[in-house]
């Protein structure tokens, strides 16, 4: 019952992601994790385990997705996918845990230091996977802003020391309450202005709604192409149009007939579209830009390509066996890109574009060159219906506020949006929508700390708190 209790506990506390931003709930909920009693390190471990595979579980429910959309060959692995998601992720609280009971057995405020490094450490071991972060649920609060200056580290750090905080008062330790009092003033002197948007260049985000049991049809694909191609050139023409990821069915070696119709329907406003190409034996999960005559200004691959979606760790020996990525088709996977550096769009400026999983890596989102904006191309379909696109945006938004950059997002099926440099949706499709978004595009703010500095002043301060109280070794 003991376990059962922490997992249902930590479930409760995964509801603070999106879509539910139960914010309040999670911060509870870990308050109450924090104080709760282990007797030795195998308990300490257990204790933080369960709560993350209960938390992990609900957070990432949206995992079983992709295994659904081929149920018949893939569908019987979809509650393992989860399982183990759940407890690789649980891994990483469970340590922190049996971290903390090893340094400091009676300290809670340790406790929630190593909860913040352990969140840290998630989105880098193995090439990272920062998703349904702690600091996440604050994304539709005002608090979200602090993501300017530290990222989504801090985030996280601002929630623990904020539930560490409410644990001190549950026990009648009255100073712990500054820490509450601080973020209530910060809560209300960070609120971002109001809208106030009147000019600047305008932009076409294309959402063709392609379920991926289709996308790649024979049957379908052309019809998501045609239907891209009369948004294109429906209406006014903008100054930017913007399709999502794969949305050419066709390699670009064989697409030359494609990005003509691509280039026409435009009537010479630059596009940016998702396409895979080949080159030698490689193949990419790329975004060109395309101008007019066809013309390929300017070419990106995927830098940070998903493991078990578009590569297998071990792959060639595992491809023996008929064991590819979910992403890849005919048997191919994908390689990753050079380093990542911005686009140039004619009239608008350099953009910083990133290709679906690419969203959520925080510190892998700046270049040398200060961009104009951020182009976000993605394809939804994989994530389900409502929780896995619902946190795909979130995080999205969260990019925006960290670089004080607005971002144009274009889903195959999902979200599309356009969110200005404070993380507020300008105008957005809705789930399972065909539509197409033209929306001036926000001005960028001054460069913030977080694009200066990165993940490195929230890491130290996580750093030199867990340091300070350790050696110090009292029962905070």
């Given at each position: 019952m003991r376990w059962a209790g922490l997992a249902a506990m930590g479930g409760l506390a995964g509801l603070g992601q999106a879509p539910f931003d139960l914010w309040w709930l999670s911060v509870m909920m870990i308050a109450c994790w924090l104080v709760w009693p282990a007797t030795n390190r195998r308990a300490a471990f257990g204790t933080g385990w369960w709560f993350g595979v209960g938390y992990f579980a609900v957070s990432l429910r949206w995992i079983v997705s992709p295994f659904l959309v081929d149920i018949e060959a893939t569908g019987w692995m979809a509650?393992?996918?989860?399982?183990?998601?759940?407890?690789?992720?649980?891994?990483?609280?469970?340590?922190?845990?049996?971290?903390?009971y090893w340094l400091a057995p009676h300290s809670v405020f340790l406790i929630a230091v190593l909860l913040a490094l352990a969140e840290a450490e998630r989105a880098l071991v193995l090439t990272g996977f920062p998703w349904a972060l702690i600091g996440h649920i604050w994304v539709d609060t005002p608090l979200a802003q602090l993501a300017?200056?530290?990222?989504?580290?801090?985030?996280?750090?601002?929630?623990?020391?904020?539930?560490?905080?409410?644990?001190?008062?549950?026990?009648?330790?009255?100073?712990?309450?500054?820490?509450?009092?601080?973020?209530?003033?910060?809560?209300?002197?960070?609120?971002?202005?109001?809208?106030?948007?009147?000019?600047?260049?305008?932009?076409?985000?294309?959402?063709?709604?392609?379920?991926?049991?289709?996308?790649?049809?024979?049957?379908?694909?052309?019809v998501f192409f045609d239907r891209l191609l009369e948004m294109t050139g429906k209406g006014p023409r903008p100054d930017l149009i913007v399709w999502p990821e794969t949305s050419v069915p066709s390699l670009m070696e064989f697409a030359g007939s494609d990005l003509a119709q691509v280039a026409d329907a435009a009537g010479g406003a630059p596009v940016v579209l998702g396409i895979n190409r080949r080159v030698g034996l490689r193949y990419y999960n790329a975004a060109l830009v395309v101008e007019r005559g066809a013309v390929v200004s300017s070419v990106y691959d995927k830098t940070h390509i998903v493991p078990f979606g578009e590569f297998i760790p071990g792959g060639?020996?595992?491809?023996?066996?008929?064991?590819?990525?979910?992403?890849?088709?005919?048997?191919?996977?994908?390689?990753?890109?050079?380093?990542?550096?911005?686009?140039?769009?004619?009239?608008?400026?350099?953009?910083?574009?990133?290709?679906?999983?690419?969203?959520?890596?925080?510190?892998?989102?700046?270049?040398?060159?200060?961009?104009?904006?951020?182009?976000?191309?993605?394809?939804?379909?994989?994530?389900?219906?409502?929780?896995?696109?619902?946190?795909?945006?979130?995080?999205?938004?969260?990019?925006?506020?960290?670089?004080?950059?607005?971002?144009?997002?274009?889903?195959?099926?999902?979200?599309s949006a356009m969110i200005d440099p404070y993380g507020r949706i300008l105008a957005r499709t809705q789930m399972n929508e065909t539509g197409a978004l033209d929306v001036v595009l926000p001005k960028a703010l001054q460069a913030t700390p977080y694009s200066r500095w990165g993940d490195l002043p929230a890491l130290a301060m996580i750093l030199l708190l867990g340091g300070l109280v350790a050696l110090y070794r009292r029962p905070i």
């Open positions: 509650p393992f996918g989860l399982l183990a998601m759940a407890a690789g992720g649980a891994v990483f609280w469970g340590s922190a845990r049996w971290l903390a300017a200056w530290g990222g989504p580290h801090f985030l996280s750090l601002v929630t623990v020391m904020l539930a560490w905080a409410i644990a001190m008062l549950f026990q009648r330790r009255w100073t712990a309450v500054a820490i509450p009092f601080v973020v209530t003033v910060l809560w209300w002197g960070i609120a971002p202005p109001p809208i106030a948007i009147t000019d600047g260049p305008v932009v076409r985000i294309l959402q063709p709604n392609a379920p991926q049991s289709q996308k790649w049809d024979p049957a379908h694909a052309p060639d020996l595992l491809a023996r066996f008929g064991i590819t990525g979910f992403a890849a088709s005919q048997g191919q996977t994908f390689s990753a890109g050079g380093a990542a550096d911005t686009m140039n769009i004619p009239a608008i400026g350099p953009a910083r574009v990133l290709i679906c999983y690419e969203g959520i890596f925080a510190e892998e989102v700046n270049t040398g060159t200060r961009p104009r904006l951020l182009l976000l191309i993605t394809n939804d379909a994989w994530f389900g219906a409502l929780a896995g696109p619902s946190q795909h945006l979130a995080q999205a938004r969260l990019r925006a506020i960290e670089q004080g950059l607005p971002m144009a997002r274009s889903a195959n099926t999902g979200i």
